[in-house]
């Protein structure tokens, strides 16, 4: 059975940092690209970063580039996410979601995804 949880999410002050963790199981993890996405309320969900299986690192939004920063470790079938300068704006469910091969900006071109974690960036 194909899993993807997140978790590291909290309550964080404006400029903090986070380290969210995507832990999969169910299917191999190097063989798989994996996304990060957002959803904050009233909005759509909006694709953040990905790694590819070739460690690459694609980013899809600006607003991510230079503060976020996604790492993978195949041998404990984690993906983590880590997020730098938070702002309230970065306030938002955090998703994780796995695709065969190759990254996509797109939540639906993925296969599977977790429930999320919750970020709230406040003072």
């Known amino acids: 059975q194909v899993q993807l949880v997140e978790s590291g999410g909290g309550l964080v002050q404006p400029g903090g940092s986070l380290r969210l963790s995507c832990t999969t199981s169910?299917?191999?993890?190097?063989?798989?690209?994996i996304g990060w996405f957002r959803q904050a309320p009233g909005k759509e969900r909006e694709g953040l970063v990905c790694?590819?299986?070739?460690?690459?690192?694609?980013y899809y939004a600006d607003s991510a580039k230079g503060r976020f920063t996604i790492f993978r470790d195949n041998a404990k079938n984690v993906v983590y996410l880590y997020m730098n300068n938070l702002k309230p704006e970065d306030t938002a469910v955090y998703f994780c979601?796995?695709?065969?091969?190759?990254?996509?900006?797109?939540?639906?071109?993925?296969?599977?995804r977790g429930q999320g974690t919750q970020v709230t960036v406040s003072s």
């Open positions: 790694i590819s299986t070739s460690d690459s690192s694609m």
């Open positions: 169910g299917f191999t993890l190097g063989s798989y690209a």
């Open positions: 979601a796995n695709r065969y091969i190759d990254c996509s900006a797109y939540d639906r071109d993925y296969d599977s």
